[in-house]
């Protein structure tokens, strides 16, 4: 056994977990607080619906006979349950982890969070610099779809842009081209801030391995980072969405906070609309 591992706290972890949980109002996370909730906080499985782990998984967390939660599981349930830098480390601690050194890019500001709940008619998300989505609002989900998840690059719009074809169906094709070289010249850009950082690395590695059209992109040594774009969503349910793309950047760069809204003389807005209403009863 590795000297530098540490013992898991289950106890200590579950009381952490559910103390936590109750605090964290609906609302704070963009869903209805309903009549029927026994409790102001979030249920399990909407905490693990945020976190994008199964439910089962979860409660065994919060009844302390789960197996030792991973270091990005552990990310995912600060980020959905709001933890402040202090709790954060405090989480890892009792999971039987190191904290995070330094600033995590996983941890969102709390400014980025606060802006988030502020934006409940308008989809709006929070990236890392390397395109991991680390916390959405309820409108976001409703548009995009989930995917806050928890493995290794499966919420990176890079990633999933390349690696998922699913992805691309929700863009006109027309317009594959121009998004992939924006994908590309973005993430350019933050692994030359992040020189060797290896998490960079790996991402692009694993993009280089996985798509001949990123490696050819890759290859243009484009730069560009994204700070505002039109966008086209084909949404199935209310159909073709246009949207301006707007990009507000942390003051320290490795986080941004992305919102979509109606360009002018549009009917986006009533599209918005109807989508809060479908995409609320969908994840309740």
């Given at each position: 056994?590795?000297?530098?591992?540490?013992?898991?706290?289950?106890?200590?972890?579950?009381?952490?977990?559910?103390?936590?949980?109750?605090?964290?109002?609906?609302?704070?996370?963009?869903?209805?607080?309903?009549?029927?909730?026994?409790?102001?906080?979030?249920?399990?499985?909407?905490?693990?619906?945020?976190?994008?782990?199964?439910?089962?998984?979860?409660?065994?967390?919060?009844?302390?006979?789960?197996?030792?939660?991973?270091?990005?599981?552990?990310?995912?349930?600060?980020?959905?349950?709001?933890?402040?830098?202090?709790?954060?480390?405090?989480?890892?601690?009792?999971?039987?982890?190191?904290?995070?050194?330094?600033?995590?890019?996983?941890?969102?500001?709390?400014?980025?969070?606060?802006?988030?709940?502020?934006?409940?008619?308008?989809?709006?998300?929070?990236?890392?610099?390397?395109?991991?989505?680390?916390?959405?609002?309820?409108?976001?989900?409703?548009?995009?779809?989930?995917?806050?998840?928890?493995?290794?690059?499966?919420?990176?719009?890079?990633?999933?842009?390349?690696?998922?074809p699913a992805v691309r169906a929700a863009y006109p094709e027309e317009e594959h081209a121009y998004y992939s070289r924006l994908h590309v010249?973005?993430?350019?850009?933050?692994?030359?801030?992040?020189?060797?950082?290896?998490?960079?690395?790996?991402?692009?590695?694993?993009?280089?391995?996985?798509?001949?059209?990123?490696?050819?992109?890759?290859?243009?040594?484009?730069?560009?980072?994204?700070?505002?774009?039109?966008?086209?969503?084909?949404?199935?349910?209310?159909?073709?969405?246009?949207?301006?793309?707007?990009?507000?950047?942390?003051?320290?760069?490795?986080?941004?906070?992305?919102?979509?809204?109606?360009?002018?003389?549009?009917?986006?807005?009533?599209?918005?609309?109807l989508l809060k209403v479908v995409g609320t009863e969908q994840f309740a």
């Amino acid at each position: 056994m590795d000297d530098d591992r540490m013992m898991i706290n289950r106890r200590e972890l579950a009381d952490f977990l559910r103390r936590c949980r109750d605090r964290v109002r609906p609302q704070d996370v963009g869903l209805p607080a309903g009549p029927r909730r026994r409790a102001p906080g979030l249920r399990r499985e909407e905490i693990a619906q945020l976190a994008g782990m199964s439910a089962d998984y979860y409660v065994r967390l919060e009844q302390a006979r789960s197996p030792q939660p991973s270091p990005q599981m552990l990310a995912a349930l600060a980020r959905a349950l709001r933890l402040s830098g202090d709790e954060r480390d405090h989480l890892y601690l009792l999971a039987g982890q190191r904290p995070p050194a330094g600033r995590s890019t996983d941890h969102v500001a709390p400014a980025l969070l606060h802006l988030l709940d502020q934006l409940a008619t308008t989809p709006a998300q929070v990236l890392s610099d390397l395109g991991d989505v680390l916390a959405q609002n309820a409108a976001a989900r409703a548009l995009l779809g989930g995917v806050c998840e928890v493995s290794e690059h499966g919420r990176n719009v890079v990633w999933r842009w390349f690696a998922d074809p699913a992805v691309r169906a929700a863009y006109p094709e027309e317009e594959h081209a121009y998004y992939s070289r924006l994908h590309v010249a973005d993430l350019r850009a933050a692994t030359a801030r992040r020189a060797g950082d290896p998490a960079a690395v790996r991402l692009v590695e694993r993009l280089r391995g996985a798509s001949e059209e990123f490696a050819a992109l890759w290859e243009l040594h484009e730069v560009a980072v994204r700070r505002h774009s039109r966008v086209r969503v084909l949404h199935s349910v209310v159909g073709p969405v246009d949207l301006d793309c707007q990009v507000l950047l942390a003051p320290e760069g490795d986080q941004r906070l992305v919102f979509f809204t109606p360009p002018p003389g549009s009917d986006t807005a009533d599209r918005l609309a109807l989508l809060k209403v479908v995409g609320t009863e969908q994840f309740a």
